[in-house]
């Protein structure tokens, strides 16, 4: 089993940038394809951005393209969603989550449904 810990977000202007993080509890990050995803109030959960265990490949939304960059530090058990040119749109709570299952392909990286655990979720508001 593995427990998410998200810290990071909180208020920032448009146009600013945040850095979200995720530590990830056990020894078995390395075999997780790990996601970002965001809900903002009323609207469904949306998949923001992904990147496979080994951190070769990362696939993003349209929304964020360009401007939010996903990584992740194997050895210290940690996700990262680095957010340049904040958007007031982009205000939401932001989970991290982790999946067995996705494994590298893009379509299930992208569902949330491929994900087995979960974080606490962090709040990011953008201010216009």
């Known amino acids: 089993q593995v427990q998410l810990v998200q810290s990071g977000g909180g208020l920032v202007q448009a146009g600013g940038s945040l850095r979200l993080s995720c530590a990830a509890s056990?020894?078995?990050?390395?075999?997780?394809?790990m996601g970002w995803f965001r809900q903002a109030p009323g609207k469904e959960r949306d998949f923001v951005a992904g990147?496979?265990?080994?951190?070769?490949?990362?696939y993003y939304a349209d929304s964020v393209k360009g401007r939010f960059t996903i990584s992740r530090d194997n050895a210290k058990n940690t996700l990262y969603l680095q957010m340049i040119s904040l958007k007031p749109e982009d205000t939401a709570v932001y989970y991290c989550?982790?999946?067995?299952?996705?494994?590298?392909?893009?379509?299930?990286?992208?569902?949330?449904?491929?994900?087995?655990?979960w974080g606490q979720g962090t709040q990011v508001t953008v201010s216009s």
């Open positions: 989550a982790a999946s067995k299952s996705a494994s590298g392909v893009g379509v299930l990286i992208r569902r949330g449904s491929s994900y087995d655990y």
């Open positions: 056990g020894r078995t990050f390395n075999m997780y394809t």
């Open positions: 990147i496979t265990n080994s951190g070769g490949s990362t």
